[in-house]
């Protein structure tokens, strides 16, 4: 389709060499492929997790006695855990929930954190003070300390470990944007834009925002598999899902008794959680590389 | 619907006889810094009348920002405006409600900026941002998303053409930084026109661009300004720029007005010691660089006590450090504070 429009010299062709661009910065990195080949598999795992897992009942209640803690074979590769549940089946829905976990958590800190950290910034004044200063006493607690006392003051089900957990995590976006806002209220179109008339509503969402997307997707990307392994740590510490609920974290937790002898119950869970971090923060690197680059070479081209 | 076409009553010049789009009378600025208060504005008196082009002139720090800034509201926060009025179609600026002066921002005073390439925002194209700002302009609760809008587009399209762009349809899909600085200035200038002003406020216009485009976009909007009537106030240091776009120039010297003339008898002959000296510094094609003027600007902080420009002045008298010169006519169509003049002496 961009071949049509592809007229030389025309802007679209410009841009669709930007990206082009930015594709093979990043793809001089096997670290971030590495890590981006990581986030699409388990991505596939969730959403296929129906298709692709070899014993889809085993995710929810199921229970076969008969081959409960059989070690890795042919037909359950990962073995199976006390109730005879295939432990990949598990993993493969664990995907769904963790992803879940990470994308409700961030999507609530960011949708909390952004307009309180673009306010704070722009308004600056009293209300800037109040807004900083609440978020400074959140961040003088660990997020998982705080997430901890959350989930303990109310009841242990999966939800409430995502409000927990968001509740602990939005004042590191409103920090990250204030900062941001603070040098980019400096810029002449800013200034422009308020000769134009421009509200300050609009200034700060529709003119400073979107340029302060980057560092904030660089940082969402970094965050999901922090996110996904505190939500993991409360799920195993029983704050979090409860059994059957095939959760990475609540997976190790019930695997962790059979311990040394029955290895594969806790340790495949550990190594999805693991992996997916992992993947998260080689994805998120690699993103940050590509996009301190670009702002560099905006930076030099002004 | 906007409320900017009110005329009031305004006050009578000596200039022109005829009541102006802009007056600021007695204009004091003063900046809270941490070493206490800089005095910089101190008096500003200008006028702009209906279909005029005035060019405020001064070395760099010497106000001529920070009074554009004033008419349009746009002070930084440390900013005090001690006394002064800014009468505006007949209503004093400095005492408008915020969202009244917002109202007027855009659509009855706009600013040029200077296009150091910062001035447009990088991640929107061209015609987003010139759709966004005609779709709102002018309607404060206007929703902060634009829709699809064929009248929007063509209006904006048509804006490009008048400050002839050569490829309006092209440049509308392009991000600011694949155009040329002259493009950019350009797009600038429709900007400030997409409101249908009347008063241009051109801040250092064109500085950051090479001397060819320069003239070329400043003859350009000459003639634009002629043909829609427009009034205009240049801010500029130079005086070659100066002298192709104004009818008349304004010398601002340590955040007062020097000298006011008509543009071509400012060039033959200046009356204001500092305004001589500045178009002496003024380097010549025949050869070697201008006089200069020995010193700097004030101290903000300690200002001189009477006249600002004494201590630099070659023609200093006792009197210039016991009493402040006041802007007065010298000659018909003249005006200038400095105590070499019996008019400033009073």
């Known amino acids: 389709m961009s071949e049509v429009l592809a007229v030389p010299g025309h802007a679209r062709a410009a841009r669709g060499q930007e990206w082009r661009k930015m594709w093979f910065r990043f793809t001089r990195s096997p670290l971030s492929v590495a890590g981006l080949s990581i986030v699409v598999v388990l991505i596939l795992a969730a959403v296929l997790a129906p298709v692709l897992a070899p014993y889809p009942r085993h995710a929810g209640v199921f229970v076969d006695f008969d081959r409960g803690l059989q070690p890795p074979s042919a037909r359950n590769w990962l073995g199976t855990d006390d109730a005879g549940r295939d432990i990949l089946s598990r993993i493969i829905f664990g995907a769904r929930i963790s992803l879940t976990l990470g994308v409700v958590v961030l999507a609530i800190a960011v949708g909390l954190g952004v307009p309180l950290g673009l306010i704070a910034g722009y308004w600056g004044g009293r209300v800037g003070d109040w807004i900083m200063r609440i978020t400074d006493v959140f961040l003088a607690v660990p997020p998982i300390a705080l997430a901890l006392a959350v989930t303990a003051a109310l009841r242990p089900t999966l939800t409430n470990a995502m409000i927990a957990i968001a509740f602990a995590w939005w004042p590191w976006y409103t920090r990250l944007v204030y900062g941001q806002v603070l040098s980019l209220k400096e810029q002449q179109f800013v200034e422009a834009s308020r000769s134009l008339g421009a509200s300050r509503w609009r200034i700060a969402f529709r003119e400073i925002l979107p340029n302060a997307w980057s560092p904030i997707i660089v940082k969402l990307t970094l965050d999901m598999g922090f996110v996904i392994l505190t939500g993991s740590g409360l799920s195993f510490l029983g704050l979090g899902a409860q059994p059957p609920t095939p959760e990475w974290g609540t997976m190790i937790a019930e695997g962790r008794t059979y311990l040394p002898g029955v290895w594969w119950a806790a340790t495949f869970p550990g190594l999805a959680i693991f992996v997916a971090v992992l993947g998260f923060n080689l994805l998120g690197d690699g993103l940050r590389d590509v996009f301190d680059v670009e702002i560099e070479q905006w930076r030099a081209a002004n | ?346």
């Open chain 2, 1 to 346: 619907m906007a409320s900017g076409e009110l005329t009031g009553v305004g006050r009578r010049t000596a200039e022109t006889g005829t009541e102006p789009l802009l007056a600021i009378e007695d204009l004091v600025i003063h900046f809270r810094l941490y070493e206490g208060r800089a005095r910089v504005i101190n008096g500003v008196n200008l006028t702009i009348g209906r279909g005029e082009s005035v060019a405020l002139v001064g070395e760099t720090g010497c106000g001529k920002s920070v009074t554009a800034k004033a008419i349009l509201g746009l002070l930084p926060a440390n900013a005090e405006i001690v006394s002064g009025r800014i009468t505006f179609q007949g209503r004093d600026l400095l005492r408008l409600p915020a969202e009244e002066l917002q109202r007027i921002r855009g659509r009855r005073i706009a600013m040029i900026f200077q296009d150091p390439g910062t001035a447009l925002n990088p991640v929107f194209t061209v015609g987003d941002q010139l759709q966004d700002v005609a779709a709102w302009q002018g309607r404060p609760r206007a929703p902060l998303v634009r829709r699809g809008d064929g009248e929007l587009r063509r209006r904006c399209l048509e804006i490009l053409r008048l400050v002839r762009i050569p490829d309006p349809e092209g440049t509308f899909r392009r991000f600011p930084v694949e155009l040329s600085g002259g493009m950019r200035q350009r797009v600038l200038i429709a900007l400030a026109l997409l409101g249908g002003p009347d008063l241009l406020i051109a801040d250092e216009l064109g500085t950051a661009l090479d001397v060819s485009i320069q003239d070329q976009i400043l003859e350009e909007l000459r003639e634009l300004v002629r043909t829609r009537g427009l009034s205009v106030l240049y801010i500029t240091h130079n005086l070659g720029v100066a002298r192709l776009v104004s009818d008349r120039i304004c010398v601002m010297y340590g955040g007062e007005i020097a000298e006011v003339a008509p543009t071509g008898a400012m060039f033959t002959r200046q009356l204001h010691p500092y305004a001589q000296g500045l178009l002496a510094a003024v380097p010549r094609l025949t050869g070697g660089v201008g006089a200069g003027i020995e010193g700097r600007i004030p101290d903000y902080l300690n200002p001189p006590p009477a006249c600002r420009f004494a201590p630099r002045c070659p023609f200093r008298m006792d009197l210039c450090d016991r009493q402040r010169p006041v802007l007065a006519q010298a000659e018909p169509d003249r005006r200038v504070a400095c105590h070499l003049y019996p008019a400033s002496t009073r």
